[in-house]
């Protein structure tokens, strides 16, 4: 049977009723002085770069059995699969995927059998369910670019891609209890399963910005005795407790039951997303919080239930959050139980302010680094469609929503070297990049939703790249294509080329693993070019349809061991010190809307790629061919 949550409380409910509870039982202010513990409020003086990936090894997304997908192949309600013991393994969220496994099937939808069998009603699909390395960052990306304040999140990003360098009225002391047999203090070199522990940080910044001081503690195993010890410690020593995971449905999650055991539990299970495995309960006038581990789960309940507490422990009324109206760039799809909280990037172009939607896992901290704003979907609305004007809460001041340069198309780490760039040379502007490969781009253009778009579009009737395409989706005119870069692609593999990989024929061996990037992307478009070319059926390639957003993702799961191939840079291939057939250099050009070109912002990012810092930066990287950067090729 599934787990069931205690309750499924309308959130403005269940946080009404909390803070009731507590004035009731005595929740007030007292006065105290905070120590100064990390970064937060910083200002970076130079880019930040991730030294590992986050996550840094293939991981479980959820509770269950982890095998291989096609062992399940064929599996259906009405014919059922029976896989015996061999030939799957008992996982919990986080564990490292087995040798050999390349799933992860939910405990909810495995029945178990009397001779340790298993049968499965639905066939897996390779990759369901299982956190592929960087997912969240990849080693070598850009965190923050340089003279910029560090954020909560970002000294989470930060932690999670060991980057480890990194401030009094009296206020409430907050105490943290992290807890996980796989949790470890945050190192620059984590091992396979090592969890990195830095919720801790993000939550004690907000606590800090919110006028609180945080107190964190040992890291505690999944031991119920040592968890109830931990909290009874906390409750002697701070005015609030926070019990950081252990509030889901895994086989060693006590939260629940220790908060029931020390104090009262009002409510398991709140009515949003993430965040819906929250626990709220007291003892007396202190607030008893069980969160969840996942960061962005976390965050949003500190900030939706526990922030509250903090205005109601110094009487400052509820805070006043801005909300503007904003166009969606992609579609929003949401699940009726909860109220969902949608992290989105905002620019204004055209004339309108633009949402695009970010990464939306629990576990994707770069994600609310990365956001401008907040979407709320109410529960019982399924979502909203793309072009939909939706109400989102700024999470950013204006005026840098107007000074930000949207970037929304295809991927190249040279998007960040040249928001870098620009930021340094005039410090009022940014750029928010949004990888959605080139023909997403040239979607955005035409609905007037970026100021620019990455595109390298392989015209196959004559190789020539960009060109064909703009004249057939802008018939009217009204764009320019504008040079950028002639880049290095091929196929990346492992060093040494261990499997003898001589050209995309060898990508439909047997057992050999390939993963791709998105439908829609430029280095799709080609690599489906070249099995065309060749005669190839690409559903004779393991793995062709397991996508990934960006170069670099790609180039992580192959030196990680998961992928034995994938189409992509040379500058990520370098940068994962990955072999690299090459196969072509192709033109990745901007595509800039007439309304747009003329814009201080978008003149100011030419000058840019045609200086010499850009040149020298790209010179690093590798890979790349500069003619003449920055220049119009083509107005159309």
């Known amino acids: 049977m599934a787990f069931q949550y205690l309750t499924n409380v309308p959130l403005e409910r269940a946080r009404r009723e909390f803070r009731d509870a507590l004035r009731c039982a005595g929740f007030g202010p007292e006065a105290e002085t905070i120590p100064v513990r990390d970064a937060c409020g910083r200002i970076t003086a130079e880019p930040v770069y991730a030294r590992v990936c986050a996550p840094h090894y293939p991981a479980c997304a959820m509770d269950g059995i982890a095998l291989e997908a096609r062992a399940t192949f064929g599996a259906t309600e009405t014919t059922p699969v029976t896989l015996g013991a061999e030939a799957f393994t008992a996982v919990d969220t986080g564990d490292p995927v087995p040798e050999g496994c390349d799933a992860v099937v939910m405990a909810e939808d495995v029945v178990g059998q009397e001779d340790g069998s298993v049968r499965l009603h639905a066939a897996a699909v390779p990759w369901q369910h299982i956190r592929q390395i960087g997912e969240d960052i990849c080693a070598g990306e850009m965190i923050l670019a340089s003279h910029v304040e560090i954020s909560p999140s970002a000294m989470g990003a930060m932690l999670a891609a060991g980057v480890l360098e990194a401030a009094v009225l009296r206020r409430p002391v907050v105490g943290i209890i992290p807890t996980g047999d796989e949790v470890v203090p945050p190192t620059a070199s984590p091992e396979p399963g090592d969890v990195v522990e830095f919720n801790s940080a993000i939550f004690s910044a907000m606590l800090v910005q919110w006028g609180a001081e945080p107190r964190t503690f040992p890291i505690v195993p999944d031991e119920r ?268 593999l492992a060093p040494g080329n261990p499997l003898g990989v001589r050209d995309v024929t060898d990508l439909a061996r047997p057992g050999l693993r390939y993963v791709n990037r998105q439908r829609g992307s430029g280095t799709r478009i080609l690599m489906d070019h070249l099995c065309r070319k060749a005669g190839m059926d690409t559903a004779a390639i393991y793995g062709y349809d397991r996508e990934e957003f960006t170069h670099t993702s790609v180039a992580a799961q192959i030196a990680s061991g998961s992928a034995d191939a994938g189409m992509g840079i040379y500058s990520a291939a370098r940068l994962y010190g990955l072999d690299l057939l090459p196969v072509c250099t192709e033109q990745y050009d901007l595509l800039i809307p007439d309304g747009a070109f003329e814009t201080p912002m978008v003149q100011r990012l030419l000058e840019v790629l045609r200086g010499g810092a850009f040149r020298l930066r790209l010179e690093k990287l590798g890979g790349y061919r500069l003619d003449a950067p920055g220049t119009v090729r083509e107005r159309f």
């Open 225 to 492: 005795a040592a968890i109830r010890a931990a909290v009874e410690e906390a409750l002697s020593q701070c005015d609030m407790v926070l019990l950081n995971a252990g509030s889901s449905a895994g086989r060693e999650d006590y939260s629940a039951a220790v908060l029931g055991e020390v104090g009262e539990v009002l409510f398991h299970g709140i009515a949003m997303k993430p965040g819906k495995p929250a626990i709220l309960g007291h003892r007396g006038g202190k607030p008893l919080l069980g969160v969840p581990g996942y960061p962005v789960s976390g965050i949003l309940v500190l900030t939706e239930l526990l922030r509250p507490l903090l205005e109601d422990w110094y009487q400052a009324g509820a805070r006043r959050d801005v909300h503007r109206e904003a166009v969606l760039s992609r579609p929003v799809v949401s699940g009726l139980k909860y109220q969902e909280f949608v992290r989105v990037r905002l620019g204004r172009a055209a004339g309108k302010l633009i949402a695009s939607p970010l990464g939306r896992g629990s576990g994707v901290v770069s994600s609310f680094m990365k956001a401008d704003g907040i979407l709320e979907v109410p529960q019982g609305v399924e979502g909203y469609e793309a072009g939909s004007r939706v109400q989102v809460r700024l999470l950013r001041p204006e005026e840098e929503l107007a000074h930000t340069l949207l970037a929304i198309g295809s991927h190249d780490p040279l998007l960040d070297e040249a928001a870098d760039l620009l930021h340094l040379a005039d410090p009022a502007l940014r750029m928010s990049s949004t990888h959605v490969g080139s023909m997403g781009g040239i979607m955005a253009v035409r609905r007037g939703e970026t100021h620019i778009a990455g595109v390298h579009l392989l015209d196959e009737r004559d190789g020539s790249y960009n060109a064909s395409f703009i004249r057939k989706y802008f018939p009217a005119g009204g764009v320019r294509l504008v040079e950028c870069v002639g880049r290095t692609q091929g196929l990346m």
